[in-house]
């Protein structure tokens, strides 16, 4: 069971840390991703981390702006927010990923909300 914390609502241009925490499952051995969902939009993916940490991949709008990072001695994986948009206004999830890419976890957890306003 992952779950998810740090969503709120921020000012475009702004920034929020959100928090993963595994309470159930040792996320070293595994790639950790970070999702989100928007309104009436599908679950996309949004970054990913390695188990060591060293390698990291972003979905290209996200580039320069979140940086993802994990403390795998706290079993947490972080994602930095930086420079946020009204787009970037969603509900993210995290997961760990098997191998393949594809989730571990079939049931997500219940995310954490951002809502990007002024």
């Known amino acids: 069971q992952l779950v998810e914390a740090g969503g709120g609502l921020a000012q475009p241009g702004g920034s929020l840390k959100l928090s993963c925490v595994a309470s159930?499952?040792?996320?070293?051995?595994?790639?950790v991703g970070w999702f989100r969902q928007a309104p009436r939009q599908e679950r996309e993916a949004v970054s990913c981390?390695?188990?060591?940490?060293?390698?990291?991949d972003y979905l290209e709008s996200m580039e320069g702006r979140f940086t993802i990072s994990r403390d795998n001695a706290k079993n947490t994986v972080y994602l930095e927010m930086n420079n946020l948009k009204p787009e970037d206004t969603a509900v993210y999830y995290c997961?760990?990923?098997?191998?393949?890419?594809?989730?571990?976890?079939?049931?997500w957890g219940r995310g954490t909300r951002v809502t990007v306003s002024s």
């Open positions: 981390i390695s188990t060591s940490g060293v390698k990291t």
């Open positions: 997961n760990a990923l098997l191998s393949s890419g594809s989730p571990l976890f079939g049931s």
């Open positions: 159930t499952l040792t996320l070293y051995p595994y790639a």
